[in-house]
């Protein structure tokens, strides 16, 4: 039905009803089809598209060899494009890498229709008497820019990529893009039924802008507002191309002619921009990545000591005076008799537990980290001495209640040393660290499985 009304639709805009279409936006609905699945279904595609063409061109044309003709020649033309743009391609973006714009542009815009363009054009000389050079010629442009122009837009349209765009974006870019599109509207609407003069020129920095501001989507719907008003008003003999050109023939094929550049221009910029995003975005990814590895502990999880002391840092240099900042220093009993005892693999697994149980226990704005060993310290931003002795009983609580399970057959309990310390008004991140350590000794001293505040 969308193949049937586009081709309907076009013929009886652009055509006469004898000659070739000046454009022919319907095969890209086809194409789109095939691009749009792994494994398209080609029968079925090609199947629905021959049949819509044949009832468009009989009932627009009068003649049934015509459409038959016609309909083979569509056919081919969408089936060359799919196999030379392939879906692999397709899935990847038609405009998503310049090598990709360059293959869309030759497949959908340049070969295929050159092919199809032999059969239609024979067909235009042999059953209407036109011209078999010009026909050739009006056939190539038409099918190659409808292809070109509208198979992205169907593409994404099929896909919801303008829907996934447009949610995915604040609510100022959708204003914005909203605007530039618009503005490219009006733009295109002054130059084609209001200007006096040919300003086909005065069309390409809006494109151009929306392109670097919006993205790949934004060429594509910017290229079909210019397409449809510039089209209405030629087929309405206004304008520039009006102006430009006398007759129906040159009028279309000059309307032609100046999408083509417009195309050839914007959508190569149009994959450049896009991959210079996708690949400033993989960096940015692949920063975050390294910056990730480097602070992080790789067996827990948990900030490492260069990380730990990056989060203290910032801490200490963003402190109210009158805010309390205190940190737990915490360590496991006996962890080198758990790596005697049991292995490596077991005393790694202690403190995968231990570290899953502090991260359970603790505030969201407290920071843990394992400085290294079996030593890990818990900095709490906004905890007092008294608060953060309660967050170390809470630990404790939980190691006891929570026992560590070797395989299946096997448990075994833990038990920590924790010391807290609050830091004095004028105290840096040194002095706390060295009065938790030595409360923490002060517990380990103590017989282990105890907490101990310092003075």
Avoid at 165 to 182: D, H, M, P
Avoid at 218 to 245: C, F, N, R, Y
């Amino acid at each position: 039905m969308l193949y049937f009304c586009a081709a309907a639709a076009t013929i009886h805009l652009t055509s006469n009803g004898r000659d070739i279409a000046a454009i022919w936006p319907a095969n890209a609905i086809l194409l789109a089809f095939l691009l749009l699945d792994k494994e398209p279904h080609w029968l079925t595609t090609l199947s629905a598209g021959f049949f819509g063409n044949v009832v468009a061109n009989y009932l627009t044309r009068g003649t049934l060899s015509a459409p038959l003709l016609y309909s083979v020649a569509n056919v081919i033309e969408i089936a060359i494009a799919a196999k030379l743009i392939g879906a692999s391609s397709a899935m990847g973006g038609l405009l998503q890498s310049t090598k990709n714009s360059l293959r869309f542009l030759a497949a959908a815009g340049v070969i295929a229709p050159g092919v199809s363009g032999l059969i239609g054009a024979g067909t235009a000389f042999l059953v209407f008497g036109e011209p078999i050079g010009q026909s050739f010629l009006v056939w190539v442009l038409s099918d190659g820019l409808g292809l070109i122009v509208f198979t992205p837009v169907v593409l994404a349209v099929f896909r919801g990529e303008f829907i996934t765009c447009f949610r995915g974006r604040t609510w100022l870019q959708r204003f914005e893009t909203i605007a530039l599109l618009s503005c490219t509207a009006l733009i295109a609407y002054g130059v084609f039924f209001i200007a006096a003069r040919p300003m086909l020129f005065v069309l390409f920095p809006p494109i151009l802008f929306v392109t670097f501001r919006v993205g790949r989507l934004g060429t594509k719907a910017a290229v079909v507002i210019v397409a449809l008003i510039g089209g209405i008003a030629t087929m309405s003999t206004h304008g520039p191309i009006a102006i430009l050109a006398d007759g129906a023939v040159a009028q279309a094929l000059l309307f032609q002619a100046f999408l083509g550049v417009l195309l050839v221009t914007c959508l190569p910029i149009a994959a450049e921009v896009t991959e210079r995003a996708r690949l400033t975005a993989a960096l940015a990814e692949h920063d975050r990545e390294m910056m990730k590895q480097a602070t992080t502990d790789p067996l827990t999880g948990l900030l490492n000591r260069g990380g730990f002391r990056s989060m203290v840092a910032s801490a200490f240099d963003n402190r109210d005076e009158k805010q309390p900042i205190s940190l737990i220093a915490v360590d496991l009993d006996y962890f080198k008799s758990i790596n005697d005892c049991w292995g490596h693999e077991v005393g790694d697994l202690a403190l995968r537990h231990l570290a899953s149980v502090l991260k359970a226990e603790v505030g969201p704005m407290d920071v843990i980290g394992r400085p290294g060993g079996d030593e890990f310290l818990i900095l709490l931003p906004a905890s007092d001495l008294h608060e953060a002795s309660v967050v170390g009983q809470r630990i404790a609580t939980a190691i006891r209640r929570e026992p560590l399970s070797i395989d299946q057959t096997s448990v075994t309990l833990l038990s920590l040393s924790i010391g807290v310390a609050a830091a004095s008004p004028n105290d840096q991140f040194v002095d706390l660290a060295r009065r938790a350590d030595g409360a923490l000794y002060a517990a380990k001293k103590a017989g282990r499985n105890a907490i101990r505040l310092a003075s």
